[in-house]
């Protein structure tokens, strides 16, 4: 579409592909474990239940023979989820290594990587510790985080997008619409803007400014999603190009969609993680499954 990567469409990826969970046993990581197997089974792809040792289920740390004790029930762990997940093809691995580089690792051989995650109580929204954050702001495949009391199984509501028109990401809109089309799903394009800066102090002047710049936003909005539109023209769009701060924005309007789907730049200035700060907002704040896609 010739705003950021050439995309490769998820439905491009043979049944060879790969949902790979960061699974510990916890609730998030069960709750992941369970989203990965749905989304699996729409797309055609395998689960991988990921454990890193010794990062693992507390209460086998201190046993003896450890190591053996937690492939076992890893094992018993990866027969549940087969079990509860007919036609999906589950398996399970245990690797050596600090959870951060085995998890980056996988990310390079997956289509999605999935963690869990426990909410926030009365902020709603995720809490994501140091290896979390690392790997959200470096995973090679998008990550999506799953709360630990996310429904097993619910109907599909719709997906929601923030949508940066001055950083557009290809693989985020490949995404989103592709969820939204798997779930025969209306798909809410949100994009925040506002008016231009030094507007001045004649009103007259300042509302034709705002008049000029919402004109310009919507005309952006638009041309950025009709090819979207022509290639998935099954997908109900919703456009939503509210006035505000697009982080605040956002988190408003998304009130726990089926996923809410935002971009993150691959490259920057700065080392570390490259986390923006509406990525951020989505983190500590929304409800339903947050997808993270990677864009250059």
Same mark, same amino acid.
């Given at each position: 579409m010739g705003n950021g990567v050439t995309a490769r469409s998820l439905s491009e990826v043979t049944v060879n592909g790969l949902i790979t969970v960061g699974y510990d046993g916890?609730?998030?990581? @069960?709750?992941? /474990?369970?989203?990965?197997?749905? &989304?699996? *089974?729409?797309r055609g792809l395998r689960v991988e239940l990921l454990l890193a040792w010794p990062w693992t289920a507390p209460h086998l740390l201190g046993t003896p023979d450890a190591v053996a004790e937690s492939r076992r029930w890893l094992a018993r762990q990866e027969a549940g989820l087969r079990a509860r997940s007919p036609g999906v093809d589950v398996t399970a691995v245990h690797r050596s290594g600090p959870a951060r580089d085995v998890l980056l690792a996988a990310a390079e051989r997956s289509v999605v990587l999935a963690l869990g995650s426990r909410g926030l109580g009365a902020l709603h929204g995720y809490f994501v510790g140091a290896v979390g954050r690392d790997v959200l702001g470096r995973a090679a495949c998008p990550v999506v985080l799953v709360r630990a009391d996310e429904e097993a199984s619910r109907p599909?509501?719709? $997906? =929601? %997008? *923030? %949508? #940066? %028109? #001055?950083?557009?990401? #290809? @693989? /985020? %809109? +490949?995404? @989103?619409f592709e969820a939204a089309a798997l779930r025969a799903a209306p798909l809410r394009v949100v994009h925040a803007w506002r008016p231009p800066r030094g507007s001045g102090l004649v009103p007259a002047v300042t509302a034709s400014l705002v008049r $000029?710049?919402? @004109?310009?936003? =919507?005309? +952006?909005?638009?041309?950025?999603? #009709?090819?979207? +539109? &022509?290639?998935?023209p099954g997908v109900e769009v919703v456009p939503s190009l509210l006035r505000g701060g697009a982080a605040g924005t956002l988190v408003e309007a998304a009130d726990r969609p089926d996923r809410l789907v935002v971009g993150r730049r691959t490259r920057g200035t700065l080392p570390g993680p490259l986390l923006g700060p509406v990525t951020q907002a989505a983190v500590h704040h929304v409800r339903g499954p947050l997808a993270v896609v990677p864009c250059d």
């Open positions: 916890t609730p998030g990581s @069960a709750a992941a /474990a369970r989203w990965a197997s749905r &989304e699996a *089974g729409l599909a509501r719709e $997906v =929601v %997008l *923030g %949508l #940066d %028109l #001055d950083h557009c990401c #290809d @693989a /985020a %809109l +490949r995404f @989103a $000029v710049a919402a @004109a310009e936003a =919507v005309q +952006r909005f638009t041309g950025t999603l #009709d090819p979207w +539109r &022509e290639e998935y």
